[in-house]
Every structure is written in C-alpha cells, then in structure tokens.
C-alpha cells in the first residue's frame, strides 16, 4: 500500500511541474521583466517572438533533464529523437500539414 501511494504522490508532483512549466514557457521575458531583469528582443522582425519561443524550448528542455531519474539520463531517447531515416522528417511533414493548408487559405 505505501508503495501505491508514494508512486500517485510522485506521479502528482510531476504533474504539477509538467503544468507549471506549460504555464511560464512562453512568459519566460515577462517572468524576467516582472522580477526586474530585461531580456530585450532579437534585433530582426518578430524577434520578439523568436526568442520567446527559444527559450521555451530550452526551459522545457531543462525540465525534462531535471525530471528524468538520474540513471535514464538519455535526453535523445527521452525527447523521442532516436528515430532513423525518414520517420521524423515524415511526422513533422504530417504534423505541419493544418498549418500549411492555414497559410493556403489565408493567402487566398
């Protein structure tokens, strides 16, 4: 019984940093600004926004090494990018498929 309940408590906390860093992944610069520090945009157009989205991935990123035990260690397996040949390209392909027929329709 103790077993149970000390894997639900665990499987609860990580529930718990998995929703708080979906909530302040992309307020990363906003967090920043409202502790006093700046980080200012990249010097391009949507600069903004690029560097709000990199460093999401990197906050994600650091969240999952945190989390992982320390003998799974294996960010290429945890992150899923262990596939060869054409597997990823091809589900990116796949996944990005609303999101080109959005820009079609749009630009029509």
């Given amino acids: 019984m103790m077993k149970i309940s ?24 906003d967090i920043f600004r409202w502790v006093g520090l700046r980080i200012s945009g990249l010097q391009m157009p949507y600069g903004g926004s690029i560097l709000d989205n990199l460093l999401a991935m990197l906050l994600v990123v650091l969240i999952a090494f945190v989390s992982l035990p320390r003998k799974q260690r294996q960010m290429i397996n945890a992150l899923g990018l262990q596939w060869n040949v ?8 796949v996944a990005t498929v609303p999101c080109r027929i959005g820009f079609v329709v749009q630009e029509n």
């Fill in 6 to 29: 000390k894997k639900i408590s665990r499987t609860g906390f990580a529930s718990i940093i998995v929703a708080v860093t979906l909530v302040c992944t992309l307020n990363v610069r």
């Fill in 86 to 93: 054409f597997n990823g390209p091809a589900l990116t392909l």
